[in-house]
Every structure is written in C-alpha cells, then in structure tokens.
C-alpha cells in the first residue's frame, strides 16, 4: 500500500468518512506537502479523491435518509401533497356554497 493510500484511507476513517469541504481538505493536504510527505501532484490527486468520495458519501447519506422517512411517512398513511391541495379546494368551495346558502336563508 502507497503512502498516499495509507493517508486517504486513514483520513476517511478520522474523519468518519463524512463530509469534508474542500478547504479542510486542501489544507491538510498543503500541510503535508510542506511537510514533505506527499508531493504537491498527490496533494491535489488526494484532495480531489477525498472531495469527490465526500460528496459520493454525502450523497447515499441524503438518498438513505429520504428513503427512511418516506417509509415513516407511508406508515403513517399520510396524504400526499396534492391530495392535500385537493381537499383544501374542496373545503373552499365549499365554503363558498355556505355562505351562498346562509344568505339566501337570511332574505
């Protein structure tokens, strides 16, 4: 295993592998390349890498957890946004059948 491997994979697992902004990443990666331990091409190669695994992560994260709450949503046989809108237009016209009725009652 490459240094430069030895260094993503235990940055992945520090950081949980979760999210990383670019910043955070590139200066790391200047740190170490002031350092010596990586050349300034590796710094960059890793930045990308970790930026892009980050984002790919970030991304299964947000895909897992929409998947969870529509599940938690469905098993609460909540309506669907339209389904909502259909009703609120029902009650309005309704509403305004009311009021057409309450006053022809009053005449």
Request: glycine share 4%.
């Amino acid at each position: 295993m490459s240094v430069l491997e030895m260094i993503r994979k235990s940055m992945l697992a520090s950081l949980g592998a979760a999210v990383v902004t670019k910043e955070k990443v590139e200066e790391a990666t200047k740190r170490w390349v002031d350092e010596g331990k990586i050349s300034k091409d590796e710094a960059e190669r890793l930045a990308q890498d970790l930026v892009e695994s980050g984002r790919h992560q970030w991304e299964d994260i947000q895909d897992k957890m929409t998947e969870t709450v529509r599940k938690g949503l469905d098993s609460f046989d909540i309506g669907s946004k339209r389904e909502f809108q259909d009703l609120k237009e029902q009650v309005e016209s309704l509403e305004k059948r009311l009021a057409v009725l309450e006053k022809v009652t009053e005449e």
